[in-house]
């Protein structure tokens, strides 16, 4: 198998006429890895998957690039491009349902999917339809000569995976693919997916502000806030290792992942509160130094699987544990780097 990356993006930068959406994102995703990039609303990650598709809409400038298996998408043409991600990338979206025209078989659908990625002839298709239908746990006969109106939710959930993988894309892309689904359903569906991606040899890159999904599926972990990549890293034992604040508070208020003894966290402020010089999350930040609202933070390579940006750590500042509250992370931080609370940018919150 490849080593080199499915999907390689770098300094992926997207701009409106108000903002700037994404800052010099960068991240790549190994054949058959499993990524999960996640953040709050607004963090930047849905931006960054219309932007690795070429479907921006087009008030927004986009630059730097995407390749997918080493094909620089930057240079084929809308068509090519278009063309191109169909054959190499599955999508799946959170609304399922809308990936599917009501008013025209499944069977037929399949097969137009399958004609339009570079399938083969009729009876290869029929063939691969059965195929991947019985994949993704569906019998063809139950659904082939339905209409999607015709199928129950979870039905059509799997028809939609099943879509999804049918031309055997090196890359899955899902996007808040279980985000209406409740806890149940949305683990039988990680499973599912999981069990495709066994079967294919496929990297999926899961978009997510779902943190409880990343822990049953995910091998790195993809942490953005503001547009900007804050830390990314692989996942080995029962607990992430992150040290990036902002992860840290993200990942600490979530119950499943907090030790017992330890407090649950919360973010101060809100995920609209988005520092455009520095650091985007320096508004929010128990840890924020005046460089903070300044100077973007580098990516600095913690080990070969952990990359992180944040000046304070860059300085050698790694709290150990998981706090409840800004001020205790503020005594923290002050026992390991001595910075005194006074030099921190919220020093009176
Ligand atoms: S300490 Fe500064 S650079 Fe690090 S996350 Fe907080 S605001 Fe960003």
Redesign the pocket.
Known sequence: MSKLPVLEVRELTVRSAERTLLQNVSFTVQPGEWRALVGESGSGKSVTAAAVMGMLPQELESTGTVFIEQTDLGKLSKRERRRFCGRHVGMIFQDYANSLTPSVRVGTQLKEVFRFSGGGNKKEADARIVEVLEQAELSPQAVLDKYPFELSGGQLQRVAIAMAVIHRPPLLIADEATASLDASTSKKMISLIRNIQKQTGCAVLWITHDLHTVSRCADTVSVMYGGQM?EQLRLSGSEPAFV???SRLLFGSILRLVPEKRPLSFIPGDPAQI?ER?????LR?????A???RER?SPHRMTDTHEV?????HQG?LPHEHSASSGELKKELSQTTGIGSGQL?HSAR
């Open positions: 804050m990036h604040p902002y520092s520095g650091c985007s999350f320096a930040c128990p840890y924020a130094v460089s903070c609202d933070p940006s944040c000046h304070v750590i500042g940018l």
